[in-house]
């Protein structure tokens, strides 16, 4: 097994690079399957995470209230109407797949909640995309989904992102023998899924399929990041820059290479924007907010 640590240097070689001669289609097209009645702010964070990575175009595919509240902090998402009823279960997939080539990344799960529709969703697109060679990124309830429905086989391109309590529902393990082994939990993630593994916490853990890489983020942790809307964030953040190495016809990394170094940098960034903000907030006050706006800044210096 092959360790690396996530740093500045790393970063800084794997950075998605901009052109001048560019347009919004130029850097990649999230879709962004999130959100439900309890937890509408969840699609705007990851929806926001996207585009603040650098991404051209997002889309947002959820239900009218949850679309309601977001257009009303972002003009610049595009909104896929879906209908939160049992009876729509079919019309809610079609709408999706109808177009989903069109798409660089999907990205799922985040505040999506566990409702029948929800769980329907989740099941059958990770059918669909088994047989596509479209990123695709599992986070929060789509994660508890599929341990929930004890579903082994994902698409082929896929990343999932649990906290130590969501992973310890896919393994049927204690959260306190996952923290306690973290590298050893995260590669036993990827290799029963087959999939890239990134473990959120304190020295986050990214494995590849095999377990034979692993990316290890050793800075110092930060409270400011423990609270409701970071990991919408990151997996937002993950799918923006993805989507610009997915879309980059000169970039010749596989997808899960890809897959891993948006992880990383991703991860890396996530963790300084909440350091910065901890500057004039402190650990007690950051808001998600407040690490969104320390992002660019972020970015700024590894340029």
Known sequence: MDCYDIDENLVKTILPKRKSNSHKGTYGHVLNIAGSNEYRGAAYLSSIGAFKAGCGLVTLASYNKVIDIVANYSPMI???????????????????????????????GCG??????????????????RYTNIPFIIDADAINIIAKEKINVLPQNTIITPHPKELSRLLNLSIEDIQKNRIEAAIKASQKYKCITLLK???????????????????????????????????????????????????????????????????YIHLKAAEAATIDMTQYSVLQEDIINSIGGQIKKLL
Not at 86 to 95: C, E, P, R, V
């Open 78 to 108: 595009i909104y896929l109407s879906l209908v939160d009823n049992a009876f729509a279960k079919f019309y809610n997939l079609s709408k999706i797949i109808k177009n989903i080539d069109k798409y660089n990344v999907v990205c799922i």
């Open 201 to 267: 916490g304190e020295n986050t853990i990214i494995s590849n399929k095999t377990g034979e890489k692993v990316y290890i983020n050793t800075s110092k942790g930060n409270s400011a990041l423990s609270k409701a809307g970071s990991g919408d964030l990151l997996s937002g953040m993950i799918s923006g820059f993805l989507a610009q190495m997915v879309n980059d016809d000169e970039n010749t990394d596989t997808i899960s290479e890809k897959i891993i170094k948006a992880s990383v940098i991703g991860v």
């Open 112 to 129: 999506l909640g566990m409702k029948s529709v929800s769980i329907f969703l989740v099941k059958k697109l990770i059918k669909v995309l």
